[in-house]
Structure formats: C-alpha cells, structure tokens
C-alpha cells in the first residue's frame, strides 16, 4: 500500500484564476501606457518598410519564444509582408532539452543570421521573454554587423536581474535592449510564472506567451494605422477557413511566394 499523506489545504481555483486574470490584465495595461513611445517607433519603421515593399522579418529563438514569431506570421488579420524566420534548432518539436541547450550555444545565432542574408535595408525584430540567451544576443550582433536595423522585444526586469553567471547568458553577457536600435519592454517578471498555490514552492502560469502576443499586435496595429495615414492599404491575411478567404490572400501570395522563405 502506497504511504498515505496528510491532506493538503483547500485550494480556490477560481481565485486563483481570478488572480491569474488580473496579473495578464496588468500586464498588458502597463504596456499599452509606459511602450508607447518605442511601439509608435518602431511601427514608423515598420511603415517604411511596407511602403518600400520590403519585408519585415521576425525571430524568437528560445523554447517558448518561437511562438512569437508564429504569432504574427501567416495569421488572420496579420501583415503579408512579415517574414518569420522559423529556424529548427530551437523549437520545442525538437525536443525540449535540445532547445535549451541550442539556445545556449555561443555562435547558433548568428549563423541563422547569415544563412538569411539580411543587410542594410532590411528590419529585424527580435523577441524573448528573458532578452539574454545566447542565441539571442548572436543574432542580435550579426544583424547589427550586417547594417540591419533591429528590434528588440523583451522584458528588461528579467534581463538587468538576471545574474551576469548565468548559465543562459551570451558570453559577452549582455541584455537585448542594449543591443537593439528600438527597445520594447514587455514587463515580464523574473520567473515569468505569477501564480502561487498555497502549499507549492513554485509558481505556476507563465505569462510571456501573453506578453509577447500582446505586445506584438499592439506594434501591427500601430503599422497598419500609420500606413492607412499614408494612403496606402496594407495586404494582410484573412483566415483561410473564413468565407472568402482563400480568395481574398490569392490576390498577393504570388507577391510574396519566393521572398518569404516560410510561405
């Protein structure tokens, strides 16, 4: 018979999703005011960009970090000519200990960079929870080596508190928003999960996903209105499985098939 164990105490689940609820609400509140200004930025930057006709490339490399990147590629209500760079060695499909470790390999990122061959006239936005794996801060350096304007989507929090010895850390041990010409602060707190169970060591539901999300289509949006200023109406991506939609995205792909790689 397995050892029986003292009961634990009552949990309130719906307080604790409640909690839960109002920790995202915030979140996402503090970076609707105190981005404002880098978000309307670098949705100027990305305005020229479109309006040249040149793509806007993206990368989230690190576990969780890709689904950034996925996020606004290839998505209902997303802009054509965003361009993911959906590299393999990072996503958790891979294997999740394998992500992890590549992540942390010195000299990953940049050559995902090179093998994209961005330059002078290209942007690239660049996203992670935490802004300081080793992979990350590669990529970063490349781009910026190759003239490439860059973007940087991150929680500072997370990178000024986490210590210069860590093992995730870029040998250089910088952060990405010291890197980046334009800096997002997507307020993640040290840990990223903000929910604590009484009677658990560990907090449980992350919040970057969210984060990220948000924060990204907040940038879209910017994009799209300042390019409707402009006079120009920007293609973007209507859901294939709504009514018209296949129709509707056929009118551009051939515009896009061959540039982006992941199309």
């Not at 609820?21 to 915030?26: D, E, L, V």
């Not at 000519?81 to 000299?107: K, Q, Y």
């Not at 290209?122 to 992670?128: A, E, K, R, Y």
């Not at 910088?174 to 980046?180: E, K, S, Y």
């Amino acid at each position: 018979m397995p050892e029986l164990k003292a009961p634990g105490p009552v949990i309130d689940a719906d307080a604790l999703c409640e909690g839960y609820f109002a920790s995202t609400q915030a979140l996402m509140r503090r970076v609707l005011e105190e981005e404002k200004a880098p978000l309307d930025q670098a949705a100027s930057k990305l305005a020229d960009q479109i309006e040249a006709d040149r793509l806007v490339h993206i990368y989230g490399p690190g576990g969780h970090s890709n689904l950034a990147s996925q996020e606004v590629f290839f998505r209902a209500g997303g802009l054509m000519h965003v361009s993911a760079i959906l590299d393999e060695g990072t996503l958790l499909s891979n294997g999740a200990l394998r992500s992890m470790a590549i992540e942390r390999t010195p000299g990953y990122g940049k050559v995902v960079i090179a093998n994209q061959r961005l330059g002078e006239t290209d942007l690239l936005i660049l996203v992670n929870a935490y802004g300081i794996n080793a992979a990350l801060i590669d990529a970063a350096l490349e781009a910026r080596r190759r003239g490439t304007f860059l973007i940087g989507i991150s929680s500072r929090q997370h990178a000024s508190n986490t210590s210069p010895d860590h093992p995730a850390r870029h040998p250089t041990k910088q952060n990405l928003h010291d890197i980046v010409d334009i800096a997002v602060d997507t307020k993640v707190p040290i840990g990223d999960a903000v929910v604590t169970v009484p009677g658990m060591g560990e907090n449980i539901a992350a919040i970057s996903t969210f984060a990220n999300a948000f924060t990204l289509n907040c940038l879209v949006i910017r994009t799209v209105a300042k390019l409707v200023e402009r006079g120009i109406e920007p293609p973007v991506w209507r859901s294939g499985n709504a009514p018209g939609g296949d129709e509707a995205n056929s009118r551009f792909i051939a515009s896009f098939q061959g540039r982006v790689r992941a199309l």
